[in-house]
T-cell receptor, first 116, second 115 residues
Framework: DTAVSQTPKYLVTQMGNDKSIKCEQN?????MYWYKQDSKKFLKIMFS???????INETVPNRFSPKSPDKAHLNLHINSLELGDSAVYFC???????????????FGPGTRLTVL | GNSVTQMEGPVTLSEEAFLTINCTYT??????LFWYVQYPGEGLQLLLK?????DKGSNKGFEATYRKETTSFHLEKGSVQVSDSAVYFC??????????????FGQGTRLTINP
């Protein structure tokens, strides 16, 4: 069974379109994340949700809107796509950060978004 | 803010060579430290972690020791294999409120092992 899954794996679209990427985890984790990996492989957090509540929003343009229908799902919707949005987007999940001990984050396989 | 600096890549070695990938960090407090590995076309997988000073994380022959005095977490392996070819990321966890943690990544080091 896949622990963290994302769909689609590849997404090619035109500038100005709106698209969504879905993420699901079956690990029973409370916290989910979206990361962006640019063409130089640099990874940066975008959002984090804990039990469907937004916790982290790292100055991402408001064209990006995460939605968490339940704690096992965290979808990413992107409006008015721009060329600079081309990247690989990774979803991840972990248990809650408790008692000062960081838990392992488990990553999905990634979605490669190409904006033409 | 907190940050992670990794040795610039790419790194190319022959099979059975000794590997070191340097990682240093800047942080307030005492973050947990991680090494993640990304094989071609795949997502990130945890390789090892250490949660406090002097802890040693180890997995699949890789090791790293959390050194508070030098703010380092260098990755080592005594004898690399072709299958170790991947991109390696050093990261620290930055605790946020309400149960979330933010991973701050280094820039990644691409490792290629030649037979």
């Amino acid at each position: 069974d896949t622990a963290v899954s994302q769909t689609p794996k590849y997404l090619v679209t035109q500038m100005g379109n709106d698209k969504s990427i879905k993420c699901e985890q079956n690990l029973g984790h409370d916290t989910m994340y979206w990361y962006k990996q640019d063409s130089k492989k640099f990874l940066k957090i975008m959002f984090s949700y804990n039990n469907k509540e937004l916790i982290i929003n790292e100055t991402v343009p408001n064209r990006f809107s995460p939605k968490s229908p339940d704690k096992a799902h965290l979808n990413l919707h992107i409006n008015s796509l721009e060329l600079g949005d081309s990247a690989v987007y990774f979803c991840a999940s972990s248990q809650e950060f408790l008692a000062g001990v960081a838990d392992t984050q488990y990553f999905g396989p990634g979605t490669r978004l190409t904006v033409l | 803010g907190n940050s992670v600096t990794q040795m610039e890549g790419p790194v190319t070695l022959s099979e059975e060579a000794f590997l070191t990938i340097n990682c240093t960090y800047t942080a307030t407090g005492y973050p947990s430290l991680f090494w993640y590995v990304q094989y071609p076309g795949e997502g990130l997988q945890l390789l090892l972690k250490a949660t406090k000073a002097d802890d040693k994380g180890s997995n699949k022959g890789f090791e790293a020791t959390y050194r508070k005095e030098t703010t380092s977490f260098h990755l080592e392996k005594g004898s690399v294999q072709v299958s170790d070819s991947a991109v390696y990321f050093c990261a620290l966890s930055d605790h946020m409120d309400r149960g979330a943690q933010k991973l701050v990544f280094g820039q990644g080091t691409r490792l290629t092992i030649n037979p």
